[in-house]
């Protein structure tokens, strides 16, 4: 989870959040000095940051497309994690320089869109509007339920009718015990109304304490799991869902859902809850509504779309959820 600065965000202790953008394989090793090594290490070490559990390697010298210059990919590595990035070095060894190689022909926007999948997934707000804002979400996050009250009862009132909003799963299941629950209970009730589901999640953000108890007598790991049940339950009779489905489907908690929505997160770079994409255009924490406005309005002004003239006031309660 996540607040607006990186101090604030509770974040998987991914190793792979040092900084870099990677995902180049590693080449075999050429004749780079060892001193030369060394000073690279120490030099990449310097200007990251770089921890000492994270090991740093020089390989792959090769000739670059650039004169004067070689490339070289220095290679982190921690336990079974591996990951290389290119730098380009001076035939001279005495500059290195970062290199970051961008194709203009493509819209990294779009090709970051293309790598989600929403295929029935619960949409709030208009449906074919041309702006999409995906939400990684863990519904024990406390940065979730801020930034689900930012949307929904700050920003959304306004963009309503030129913008939909799908949730995508992230709980960080070894901090939030009953995040998973929650994810697969919402699922369910996703299969059977998307009204119920959007209920079920503003139950849960709006007021978590309806699980958690209040904060001077929390209750107990099992009263929370059946907290979240009983709400799923609740969202569901609200709003007529099939009874035998939903606690068919809520007592076998398959997780496959879930587990798919992580491995997408994973793949995209997420590591932190809630991480919005507004038609590809990334914000992660619980950013304010000024923030949020800001990438809303770029995103439809890329799409050709007009922006809110004025900011229509927030409704002081979640507005209902769109058939």
Same mark, same amino acid.
């Given at each position: ?6 101090? %604030? ?28 090594? =060394? ?5 990449? $070490? ?12 020089? *390989?792959?010298?090769?000739? %670059? ?45 779009? *090709? ?8 029935? =997934? ?6 074919? %509007?041309?702006?999409?804002? #995906? ?45 998973? =629950? ?8 996703? *299969? ?25 007598? =929390? ?25 035998? !489905?939903?606690?068919?489907?809520? !007592? ?7 587990? *798919?929505? #992580? ?17 590809? $255009? ?10 949020? $406005? ?12 007009? #922006?809110?003239?004025?900011?229509? %006031? ?10």
């Amino acid at each position: 989870m996540e607040g607006g600065s990186p101090l %604030s965000l509770l974040k998987r202790p991914l190793w792979l959040m040092i900084l870099f953008c990677l995902g180049c394989s590693a080449q075999p090793a050429q004749n780079t000095s060892a001193d030369l090594n =060394r000073r690279i290490e120490h030099q990449v $070490r310097s200007h990251y940051n770089i921890p000492e559990s994270i090991s740093v390697g020089i *390989e792959g010298r090769k000739p %670059s497309e650039f004169p004067g210059y070689d490339q070289v990919q220095v290679v982190f590595s921690e336990g079974t994690h591996r990951t290389a990035t290119d730098f380009l070095l001076s035939q001279d060894g005495k500059t290195l320089i970062r290199m970051t190689k961008i194709d203009l022909t493509a819209d990294p926007y779009a *090709e970051t869109m293309k790598k989600i999948s929403v295929a029935g =997934r619960p949409v709030r707000g208009a449906r074919d %509007s041309k702006v999409a804002v #995906v939400v990684f979400d863990d519904f024990q996050c406390p940065f979730c339920a801020r930034m689900h009250q930012t949307l929904f009862r700050d920003v959304f009132n306004e963009y309503k009718d030129r913008i939909h909003i799908i949730y995508k799963d992230y709980p960080l299941f070894s901090i939030h015990p009953w995040a998973g =629950r929650a994810a697969n209970d919402a699922n369910c009730l996703a *299969e059977l109304s998307n009204d119920a589901f959007w209920d079920f999640a503003d139950a849960l953000h709006f007021n978590p304490e309806q699980v958690t108890g209040p904060r001077e007598k =929390r209750h107990s790991p099992a009263e929370q799991l059946a907290a979240v049940d009983i709400l799923a339950f609740q969202a569901g009779t609200k709003n007529r869902v099939d009874e035998s !489905k939903l606690q068919a489907c809520v !007592k076998a908690q398959s997780d496959t859902t879930v587990q *798919e929505s #992580v491995r997408e997160a994973d793949a995209l770079g997420v590591s932190a809850t809630p991480t919005l994409f507004i038609n590809g $255009r990334k914000l992660e924490g619980a950013v304010d509504a000024g923030e949020l $406005r800001a990438t809303l309005n770029a995103a439809l002004r890329d799409a050709g779309q007009p #922006v809110p003239n004025a900011a229509v %006031s927030g409704a002081a309660a979640p507005p209902a959820a769109n058939k």
